[in-house]
T-cell receptor, first 113, second 116 residues
Framework: DVKVTQSSRYLVKRTGEKVFLECVQD?????MFWYRQDPGLGLRLIYFSYDVKMKEKGDIPEGYSVSREKKERFSLILESASTNQTSMYLC????????????FGPGTRLTVT | AQKITQTQPGMFVQEKEAVTLDCTYDTSDQSYGLFWYKQPSSGEMIFLIYQGSYDEQNATEGRYSLNFQKARKSANLVISASQLGDSAMYFCAMRDFNQAGTALIFGKGTTLSVSS
């Protein structure tokens, strides 16, 4: 079974802290993604990566950065957390094939106080 | 720009009935894929079904089928014989194959409630 794991299910951080969200996949997928999910807004793409050390901005990259040093790991970094970054964060991975489905991790519910 | 529209915030159905969840999309490309995902209250995203833009037959996976009408740019999900376990949020998504990168664009979702 494809497995995508995320470092935490729940996280509480203070405003201004640097926050790291880790995602690991075990299926040798080329592509990895970070989404943010908010009620009434669906899933919005923050960043994605199609290869090691490669990254592309999604629809809402402001306030976030990413790192992909190894193929299986994709990290989302909140440089200085703010309350408007309180959200559910979902990581996903997929093969590079056009019709390949994305496999999702369980999500991290981040609260910034 | 690509866009997915799900106009039904919530749908209610009784067990064993069929239900259709609407999805329309907007793209100027000819080559793309359409996906449906289910998100139960536990939060995990579960892939249900896929339809490629060049597929002539509507996709089916067990009780799920995708009613693909290319000219109308719609990709409705049909769930036959609803079960209580079908209660969840459902997301329609698409990927343009000619665009750089392969990220999915999601709609805002439809909450399905199945009652006994």
């Amino acid at each position: 079974d494809v497995k995508v794991t995320q470092s935490s299910r729940y996280l509480v951080k203070r405003t201004g802290e640097k926050v790291f969200l880790e995602c690991v996949q075990d299926m040798d997928h080329e592509n990895m993604f970070w989404y943010r999910q908010d009620p009434g807004l669906g899933l919005r793409l923050i960043y994605f990566s199609y290869d090691v050390k490669m990254k592309e901005k999604g629809d809402i990259p402001e306030g976030y950065s990413v790192s992909r040093e190894k193929k299986e790991r994709f990290s989302l970094i909140l440089e200085s957390a703010s309350t408007n970054q309180t959200s559910m964060y979902l990581c996903a991975s997929s093969h590079g094939l056009a019709g390949a489905e994305q496999y999702f991790g369980p999500g991290t519910r981040l609260t910034v106080t | 720009a690509q866009k997915i529209t799900q106009t039904q915030p919530g749908m209610f159905v009784q067990e064993k009935e069929a239900v259709t969840l609407d999805c329309t999309y907007d793209t100027s490309d000819q080559s793309y894929g359409l996906f449906w995902y289910k998100q139960p209250s536990s939060g995990e995203m579960i892939f249900l079904i896929y339809q490629g833009s060049y597929d002539e037959q509507n996709a089916t996976e067990g009780r799920y089928s995708l009613n693909f009408q290319k000219a109308r740019k719609s990709a409705n999900l049909v769930i036959s014989a609803s079960q209580l376990g079908d209660s969840a949020m459902y997301f329609c998504a698409m990927r343009d194959f000619n665009q750089a990168g392969t990220a999915l664009i999601f709609g805002k979702g439809t909450t399905l409630s199945v009652s006994s």
